[in-house]
């Protein structure tokens, strides 16, 4: 077996021709869907973006132990289990950065080898001593991205850093395609923000705002800039979602043309939508959980699937992933894994989770049963405990005072007895604080515009997320965090 895992980063489900969106132009994600597999009930699990890849690399929620940080001592990885059990060569093809400054050590050393392709967003690139002439702009601001722009032509689409990805993957192809056994981890980093591509994309969308008055990059926080800024910046993300397609579809005509389909499984999908002022806000972290972060774009192909050219309904999430590339490859899951394999998903549409977990490190905890989305807020005053045996964060080390305060010893049933620190910190709320334990119909209120108040139904919900939070190994600290369960 052969298999290709594709993430785009911050890829908005609701977008997509295949999830009934009608407006951007993604020929090449539709061109394949008809040929996949398009599951409709896709979910996230940890949040954000290297909380999400953990998930990805070893099938378990992360978000109740931990905040960003790189893969632990303890972490079986998808890429290690499956060259030790089945010798599969893995090779990784990425421009996401943070992969490679604080925060993100340990995951690309997992591979066979891997590529970097260099430039996008905060990169720490370009070495400019004399900080480089910055146009008058709004939104967020980044020394390191200025200093990057200085050495690129914008309107030359070959000095992006995804169609640099996309290329590689292609000359991989080019070099391996007549080998078997071997998985491709290929992710770019668009439509993530600062939303940036040549003109002649957004001018697919009639784009007609003046550059001269630079915003490609919004603040995370609730949408007040005026309406022509919030269109350009749709029609923005727009256009480099369209780049990214196009480059897919180069991709997609190599597989073409050396008839991969028939011994190669490819999966589709992302780690986390974004806002683009729906509900009112920028971005993503800070908000509500909503809809349009957490329901993901999932699109499988696998050879001889019956299901190939239809959907699925079933709900399933991203730790699934790691044990379903591990069932293509026929290798065994190792015993703290909470995902479970899709694979029988690829021959009928039948049941797989009854609900599933999602959230943020020290803020809400989430639940959606397929038809209810349920939200825990974390009590005033709580806190979360960061377990960690690599006390890096997004920035650098955890400060030495917190570290000399933290608790040492054995926390967590599945370290295999590694020890590590246990750091208290304080929880966080989400934007809405006075939204106390939301829960939503998303079957009758998809954009999630009126909650729910039923006691009854609260309480069920409430006996649903006790069980999954014991299924996935939850520290008694987080029952307590969020109200479940009273402190000794």
């Not at 049963?369 to 964060?393: E, F, I, V």
């Not at 934007?431 to 909650?451: C, G, L, R, V, W």
């Amino acid at each position: 077996m052969k298999t290709i895992f594709i993430i785009m980063d911050s890829l908005n489900r609701h977008h997509l021709s295949s999830y009934g969106g009608d407006w951007v132009k993604t020929p090449n994600i539709e061109r394949l869907a008809k040929r996949g597999i398009v599951f409709d009930n896709h979910y996230s699990g940890s949040l954000p973006c290297m909380p999400a890849r953990r998930e990805m690399f070893t099938g378990r929620l992360n978000f109740m132990e931990a905040p960003w940080g790189p893969i632990e001592p303890w972490d079986d990885c998808l890429p290690v289990l499956m060259r030790q059990q089945k010798q599969t060569y893995s090779h990784m093809i990425t421009d996401h950065y943070h992969y490679f400054h604080s925060g993100g050590e340990a995951y690309v050393s997992l591979f066979d080898s891997w590529e970097f392709q260099r430039g996008q967003e905060g990169d720490q690139w370009h070495p400019l001593v004399k900080a480089p002439d910055i146009p008058s702009f709004k939104g967020k601001n980044r020394m390191a991205y200025w200093k990057n722009r200085e050495f690129m032509d914008l309107e030359d689409e070959s000095q992006y850093p995804t169609p640099h990805c996309f290329e590689r993957a292609i000359s991989f192809l080019d070099h391996n395609h007549e080998e078997d056994n071997w998985h491709l981890h290929l992710e770019v980093f668009d439509p993530h923000e600062p939303f940036v591509c040549p003109k002649k994309y957004r001018d697919m969308y009639e784009d007609t705002w003046d550059d001269r008055y630079h915003f490609d990059w919004p603040n995370y926080g609730p949408v007040e800039e005026e309406p022509e800024a919030v269109d350009h910046i749709r029609k923005s993300y727009a256009g480099a979602l369209t780049m990214a397609d196009v480059w897919l579809g180069k991709l997609l005509d190599k597989m073409d043309a050396y008839d991969l389909w028939q011994d190669t499984a490819l999966i589709f999908t992302t780690d986390h939508g974004h806002l683009l002022g729906e509900h009112g806000y920028w971005a993503k972290n800070y908000t509500f959980d909503y809809e349009e972060l957490v329901h993901l774009p999932l699109i499988m192909y696998v050879p001889e699937s019956r299901m190939n050219g239809q959907r699925v309904g079933s709900l399933t999430a991203t730790m699934d992933i790691m044990p379903t590339i591990m069932d293509l490859h026929e290798a065994k899951l190792p015993p703290y894994v909470h995902g479970k394999s899709m694979t029988h998903l690829l021959n009928v549409d039948e049941k797989h989770h009854d609900a599933v977990l999602y959230g943020y490190f020290g803020k809400d905890i989430n639940l959606f049963d397929g038809r209810y989305t349920y939200c825990r807020q974390p009590l005033k005053g709580s806190n979360a405990y960061h377990h960690t045996a690599m006390p890096r964060g997004f920035s650098d080390f955890i400060n030495r005072d917190s570290l000399a305060r933290a608790e040492t010893g054995v926390f967590l049933s599945h370290s295999y007895d590694v020890s590590h620190y246990r750091l208290k910190v304080k929880s966080t709320h989400h934007h809405n604080p006075e939204a106390i334990n939301p829960i939503y119909d998303i079957k009758a209120d998809p954009f999630q515009t009126s909650i729910i108040e039923d006691p009854t139904l609260a309480k069920e919900l409430d006996e649903k997320m006790n069980r999954l939070m014991a299924d996935y190994d939850a520290p008694d600290s987080e029952y307590i965090r969020v109200g479940l369960k009273d402190a000794k």
